[in-house]
């Protein structure tokens, strides 16, 4: 769980960074060059020669997945909310990790449906008034999508890797990013105009940290996380970052907001990572995981 704790740090300032100096750009053009960061970055460890084709595509489609069309739904978001914003509409995502592994594992389990519904009150008394404007639900739906996108990549990542044997997750973890740089890539091709792109210094080193910190090594700690814990643990992780990524958009990028909702609100959401911690997690140690 370390890894988890730690890259929900990492990300808790990616929501300002992003919001702060990047939403000037291409949304697509943000996404391709990030990922094509990372995917930089894992090439001179792959090994995948005893890695079966399968395997491979498996690898891939995940990439293509739960970061290329996950990091494009979010950042096209940014146009439309605001960094505390999007963090909080990621509430959602420990629901649809735990019911996309329901559905691969066959099971189901009623806590989590709870406390997923705890965690929604918490969102809407931290959003009421501003859920019905137009570019809000628009950017909600945004976001839903890269969290299902997101949610669907760890949880199956977990499954296949599990049946791969004598090759380390750093080894074969370009082929994620190649999935995420081609899908990234064609979208960039087709809605970016190349030759009026301009990028300030600032720009570029925000993207270089994103792409090898928060996208690079963020990415490949977070499912390398998930594999060493249970689904309990990692639905409660996926939530983690919500308040630190508010906190840190309202005391270091001077957003807005109210106060006294979004404190009342936040205490219901822990309140719900603390349902999902007592009783989901034990609930698993008990069982399969």
Not at 41 to 57: C, G, M, V
Not at 141 to 153: H, K, R, T
Not at 175 to 187: K, Q, R, S, Y
């Given at each position: 769980?370390?890894y988890?704790?730690?890259?929900?740090?990492?990300w808790?300032?990616?929501?300002?960074?992003?919001?702060?100096s990047?939403?000037g750009?291409?949304?697509?053009f943000?996404?391709?060059?990030?990922?094509?960061i990372?995917?930089?970055?894992?090439?001179?460890?792959l090994?995948?020669?005893n890695l079966?084709?399968a395997?491979?595509?498996k690898?891939?489609?995940i990439?293509?997945?739960?970061?290329?069309?996950?990091?494009?739904?979010?950042i096209?978001?940014?146009q439309?909310?605001?960094?505390?914003?999007?963090?909080?509409?990621?509430i959602?995502t420990?629901?649809?990790?735990?019911?996309?592994?329901?559905?691969?594992?066959?099971?189901f389990?009623?806590?989590?449906f709870?406390s997923?519904?705890?965690a929604?009150i918490?969102?809407y008394?931290?959003?009421?008034n501003?859920l019905?404007?137009?570019?809000?639900?628009?950017?909600?739906?945004?976001?839903?999508?890269?969290n299902?996108?997101?949610?669907?990549?760890?949880?199956?990542?977990?499954?296949?890797?599990?049946?791969v044997k004598?090759?380390?997750?750093?080894?074969?973890?370009?082929?994620?990013?190649?999935?995420?740089?081609?899908?990234?890539?064609?979208?960039?091709?087709?809605?970016?105009?190349?030759?009026?792109?301009?990028i300030?210094?600032n720009?570029?080193?925000?993207?270089i940290?994103?792409?090898?910190?928060a996208?690079?090594?963020?990415?490949?700690?977070?499912n390398?996380?998930?594999r060493k814990?249970?689904?309990?643990?990692?639905?409660?992780?996926?939530n983690?970052?919500?308040?630190?990524?508010?906190?840190?958009s309202?005391?270091?990028?001077?957003?807005?907001?109210?106060?006294?909702?979004?404190?009342?609100?936040?205490?219901?959401?822990?309140?719900?990572?603390f349902?999902?911690?007592?009783?989901?997690?034990?609930?698993?140690?008990?069982?399969?995981?």
């Amino acid at each position: 769980m370390l890894y988890l704790l730690i890259v929900s740090f990492i990300w808790a300032f990616s929501f300002g960074l992003i919001k702060g100096s990047l939403t000037g750009l291409d949304p697509n053009f943000v996404s391709f060059i990030r990922l094509l960061i990372s995917f930089l970055i894992f090439i001179p460890f792959l090994k995948i020669k005893n890695l079966t084709h399968a395997n491979k595509i498996k690898l891939i489609f995940i990439g293509i997945t739960q970061y290329g069309i996950m990091y494009t739904a979010y950042i096209f978001s940014y146009q439309y909310l605001k960094a505390y914003e999007i963090a909080l509409f990621t509430i959602f995502t420990p629901f649809y990790v735990t019911s996309i592994n329901d559905l691969l594992e066959k099971r189901f389990h009623k806590l989590f449906f709870l406390s997923s519904f705890i965690a929604v009150i918490g969102t809407y008394i931290i959003m009421q008034n501003k859920l019905g404007e137009q570019n809000i639900l628009f950017g909600f739906l945004l976001v839903q999508l890269s969290n299902i996108c997101f949610a669907f990549g760890q949880v199956f990542y977990k499954k296949v890797m599990a049946d791969v044997k004598g090759i380390k997750d750093h080894q074969l973890y370009a082929l994620l990013f190649l999935g995420a740089v081609l899908f990234t890539g064609i979208a960039s091709a087709i809605t970016t105009n190349f030759s009026k792109i301009a990028i300030s210094t600032n720009q570029i080193l925000i993207l270089i940290y994103l792409g090898a910190i928060a996208s690079g090594l963020g990415f490949f700690f977070w499912n390398y996380g998930a594999r060493k814990t249970n689904t309990g643990s990692l639905a409660v992780f996926n939530n983690l970052k919500i308040p630190l990524a508010i906190a840190v958009s309202l005391v270091f990028f001077s957003e807005e907001a109210n106060v006294s909702r979004l404190t009342i609100g936040s205490v219901i959401i822990l309140f719900a990572l603390f349902l999902n911690e007592k009783y989901l997690t034990r609930s698993l140690l008990k069982g399969t995981t």
